[in-house]
């Protein structure tokens, strides 16, 4: 069995290094032949002239992957999925889903491409809710509520993909199913650091009552920290940051207190992908083509617990044979939750 994963990256990205790795673990553990192609670099996700030239050299070779495992990284499905489908190669989407417009051009899986054959995605609107609510409550816990009695909250949002308008679709609800919280306003800061620095900046100063700054990803959420500090703000204290991606300073700035919560895990859907793909292989058809992964939220009650996965030497004491349903098919549904995989660390 042939697998080849499309890195949107390369191995020093934060998010897609790691993921890339704790999918060459899996497949070791499967007995999965995988190759793992680089297509873009850690300052930049490759575009979809990048994306098309790779899935082109990959159709062109003489014993082409069994399946293949693609991103929708800079909207660059549209182009990669057809490819390779129409090849004859068995394709899977992970990570970043397809905007709405997206959706309608490929359709769903199977439907307007026989070997487009599933997806497995993060599901952004629970991250975007769940992390407000660890914010809205961490605020109330320590009575930061404004003269209204309502907690405030401001935000800092991507760029125009799905996932940041989901995330931020789930923050929106949870803001209008609670009549205690506010949502002054959202703003976007393109996932930039520096551009965070400067959007908090402007909204702390015209929303001085709000003690929430939502964050939909960890870099957002670390600028967002620091101007905080720098207005005489105090993280964890009178003001309650955090972000998603469990990027690499995130537990050093949970353990800090500089951050609340940082949402995470989804870095394992590559290795969840491939476990779906060898059940597939070996006979076992998908039950849904359209499948969600789960969020975990480390705080600093469970910091150390969420450090043990984060510990890449820990990966070879995995067995992702206990996930597979063609090895044990007593199981009667997939479980890909972190806690599932701690148990063996």
Known sequence: MRVCLLNPANDNDAFFGRMARFTKAAARSLGVELEVME???????????????????????????HYAIVSNTRFTAL???????????????ITEGLFFAERRELGEPG?????????LLPDDEQAGERLGSVLVEAARAHGKVAADGKVHVVGLNGTQTIASVMRYKG?????????????????????????????TRDLMQRFPEATVIWAAND?????????????????????FVGGIDWAPFAFEKIEEGVFTVSLGGHFMDGAWALTMLHDHHHGRPF????????????????????????DETRWSSIDFTRFSRVKRPEL??????????LKQL
Not at 39 to 50: P, R, V
Not at 182 to 194: G, I, K, M, Y
Request: aromatic share 6%.
């Open 39 to 65: 297509c873009g670099d850690a300052e930049q996700a490759a575009d979809t002239e990048q994306m098309t030239r790779i899935a082109q050299e990959l159709v062109s070779r003489p014993l082409r992957p």
């Open 79 to 93: 182009a990669t999925v057809p490819l390779l489908a129409s090849a004859g190669i068995r394709t899977f989407l």
């Open 111 to 119: 439907q307007k491409h026989p070997n487009w054959i599933g997806e």
């Open 171 to 199: 923050l929106k609800d949870l803001a209008a199913s609670r009549d205690g919280v506010t949502l002054n306003e959202v703003l976007p800061a393109l996932w930039s650091h520096s551009e965070a620095k400067r959007i």
């Open 219 to 239: 870099t957002m959420a670390l600028g967002a920290a620091e101007v905080s500090e720098e207005l005489g703000r105090h993280p964890g204290t009178d003001v």
């Open 287 to 310: 039950e849904d083509t359209r499948s969600r992964s789960t969020w975990a939220a480390a705080t600093a009650e469970n910091l150390a617990t969420y450090r043990r996965l984060y």
């Open 332 to 341: 009667e549904a997939y479980d890909f939750s972190v806690d599932s995989v």
